[in-house]
């Protein structure tokens, strides 16, 4: 899945104890890690994954993978956010 969209803090959910480091910042989970959720079931829980769109420093900040305050250059991916809006909600019409 999608970096920081819970994946440990489900399966910290689901075994009601701390299973798994859990953080707002990407890159807390940092290899796979077998849980065991009882006697027939085992949960995997992996780092984030963000697939390569062709614009690699505007995709994974968008994805949450890298942290913002990581950014050599955070206007690239707020324009792209802005591209993604209407022109009328940018403005606050």
Avoid: E, H
């Amino acid at each position: 899945g999608y970096p920081n969209v819970g994946k440990s803090s489900l399966i910290n959910s689901l075994k009601r104890s701390r299973a798994c480091g859990v953080g707002a910042m990407p890159g807390v989970t940092r290899c796979l890690q077998a849980v065991q959720l009882d006697g027939r079931i085992q949960l995997l829980d992996c780092p984030g994954v963000v697939l390569d769109s062709g614009d690699p420093s505007a995709a994974a900040t968008l994805r949450g993978a890298l942290a913002p305050q990581c950014l050599r250059d955070p206007l690239t991916p707020a324009c792209a956010i802005l591209r993604c809006c209407p022109p009328q909600q940018v403005r606050g019409d």
